[in-house]
């Protein structure tokens, strides 16, 4: 049998009051050339049970990667990244849906432009079972390059929003040293090999919640940091690409001291500050640190929350 145009790549742990919607959401595409991938993570609940049963309803287009043991999530998703045949891949988390014109779309883009190594689209957010706002649609984030991928941390790509051509991946995938929040340093690796499109129409789903990735902001701040390293190891000698680290630091710190003041979280604001000055003006990042002390300055972010987030 030859290998379908596109591998649709599930990453899935514990996921077991979900994971049917989201499977479903990818059965029920407008297009046919695809297979479903589902890589897990050693999941202690039902999923992987759930997960067979759907295999097996599904032979022909569900295959599974059912890892004994919790790797984490980098080594998760190249588990399933080695099982991929496509010549496309899309990426998603075990509780994302795609909306039935998803795959149609962006594999039209990649058929009409043979640089293109990413395609995404905006996402609608799911937040504790209400449909929310759209992300991944503001004109200030749209990612064209390498340069602006870097340097445009906070573009919104979340789990089921992007596609990427298969040959532009790094022959080791989603990158080790960088064990949980390691999609921009892999997304950054694959722009390296040509252009970036996005296509303006909402195309799935992102549902946010405490038990993903996203809710533990904080937690990351360490492999974005270590995102930026690397990027500098690799592609420093490259034009530009100081320049966009510098933006792509600035921009992820202003938006943590944003969310930690906004939190009260004056230990972390201050942090945060001292790791800006590699990245921004030293007076800047002072002058963030201090206001982090000034009484009723967590009630002002949250009052002038939608101005100052135009600016992050």
Not at 189 to 208: F, K, P
Request: glycine share 10%.
């Amino acid at each position: 049998m030859s290998s379908p145009l596109v591998s649709v790549l599930v990453i899935t742990y514990n996921q077991e009051h979900l994971v049917r919607e989201t499977l479903a959401s990818c059965l029920n595409q407008s297009f046919d050339d695809y297979e479903i991938v589902v890589s897990d993570d050693g999941s202690s609940d039902a999923t992987p049970t759930i997960l067979g049963e759907i295999q097996r309803e599904n032979p022909t287009r569900v295959k599974l990667v059912l890892n004994p043991h919790n790797q984490g999530i980098t080594a998760n998703c190249n588990a399933g990244l080695a099982e991929c045949s496509g010549s496309l891949i899309a990426l998603m988390g075990g509780d994302d849906l795609l909306m039935p014109e998803k795959l149609k779309r962006q594999t039209e883009a990649f058929a009409a432009n043979p640089r293109l190594v990413l395609s995404y689209h905006p996402s609608r957010v799911l937040r504790n079972g209400r449909m929310s706002e759209v992300v991944g649609n503001r004109a200030k984030d749209v990612i064209t390059s390498q340069l602006d991928m870097i340097g445009n941390f906070g573009a919104q790509l979340p789990g089921p929003a992007t596609m990427v051509r298969a040959s532009a991946v790094p022959a080791d995938g989603f990158n080790a040293d960088i064990k949980t929040a390691s999609d921009w340093m892999f997304f950054i690796d694959v722009t390296s090999n040509g252009s970036v499109e996005r296509i303006d129409q909402t195309l799935g789903i992102y549902r946010q919640h405490g038990g993903n990735v996203g809710a533990r902001y904080f937690s990351y701040t360490d492999d974005f940091l270590t995102t930026l390293e690397l990027t500098g190891r690799k592609y420093g000698h490259l034009s530009g690409v100081d320049k966009a680290i510098r933006k792509g630091g600035s921009r992820f710190l202003l938006g943590a001291i944003y969310r930690s003041i906004e939190q009260g979280r004056n230990d972390l604001t201050k942090g945060y500050a001292r790791e800006l000055e590699k990245f921004a003006p030293r007076g800047l990042a002072v002058a963030l640190g201090a206001i982090a002390v000034v009484p009723g300055v967590g009630w002002l972010f949250r009052r002038s929350k939608g101005l100052i987030k135009r600016f992050v």
